[in-house]
């Protein structure tokens, strides 16, 4: 079975500084993908980063990057540059080669950016 | 490209009322999946598809909830009847295909917001 652990439920970050967060995981699937989703107050879910359990090279999407630390099954998300829009929740999510699919979640992290 | 569509975006019931939620997934996309997400949680799929068939719906509770995609593109969900804690969001999104491996991404729409009183 896959499980996600997000352990910050919430966190204070100003503008224009960089904010941290954490994701551990467990699976015994050898391939398997890492995403990030962001989740403001209107409720929908907006893809971020991915990263696979093969890749070499940390992912990076502009002001997001993932440090992706296989043998410690973490996969935190580092958000560059905090900006205002960024306040929102922030799930971490695995999808393995036999689960058909699903996105196993974790119980996300509520990021608030102070001016 | 136009992205997944939800409606309708709220819905507020009584408790042993009926209920139904209808998705349209970003067009090609065969995979379509439903999500329930209660207040504080991250999501929990309900129901899975691939085109018009069912993939996945073991956590679906089958006694109050169906779920249909009859032509492959569109679906819906209904909970029938409804209990106090089905109040959640519920999550369609889809992807071009769930067997493209772990990269496969889900696309999400906005959701619908049950409140059942």
């Known amino acids: 079975a896959q499980k996600i652990t997000q352990t910050q439920p919430g966190m204070f970050v100003q503008e224009k500084e960089a904010v941290t967060l954490d994701c551990t995981y467990d699976?015994?699937?050898?391939?398997?993908?890492l995403f990030w989703y962001k989740q403001p107050s209107s409720g929908e879910m907006i893809f971020l980063i991915y990263?696979?359990?093969?890749?070499?090279q940390n992912a990076t999407e502009g002001r997001y990057s993932l440090n992706f630390q296989k043998a410690r099954k973490s996969a935190n998300l580092v958000i560059s540059a905090s900006q205002l829009g960024d306040s929102a929740m922030y799930f971490c999510?695995?999808?393995?080669?036999?689960?058909?699919?699903?996105?196993?979640f974790g119980a996300g992290t509520q990021v608030v950016v102070t001016p | 490209e136009a992205g997944v569509a939800q409606s309708p975006r709220y819905k507020i019931i009584e408790k042993r009322q009926s209920v139904a939620f209808w998705c349209n997934p970003i067009?090609?996309?065969?995979?379509l999946y439903w999500y329930q997400q209660i207040l504080g949680q991250g999501p929990k799929l309900l129901i899975q598809?691939?085109?018009?068939?069912?993939?996945?719906d073991s956590q679906l509770p089958k006694d109050r909830f169906s779920a249909e995609r009859l032509k492959g593109v569109d679906s819906t969900l209904k909970i029938q009847p409804a209990k106090l804690e089905d109040s959640a969001v519920y999550l369609c999104?889809?992807?071009?295909?769930?067997?493209?491996?772990?990269?496969?991404?889900?696309?999400f729409g906005p959701g619908t917001r049950l409140l059942v009183l």
């Open positions: 999104a889809s992807s071009s295909n769930w067997a493209g491996g772990p990269k496969e991404t889900q696309y």
């Open positions: 699976t015994s699937d050898q391939s398997y993908g």
């Open positions: 990263q696979g359990s093969y890749d070499e």
């Open positions: 999510a695995m999808r393995g080669t036999d689960s058909w699919g699903k996105l196993q």
């Open positions: 067009s090609g996309h065969a995979t």
């Open positions: 598809f691939q085109n018009n068939g069912v993939v996945d």
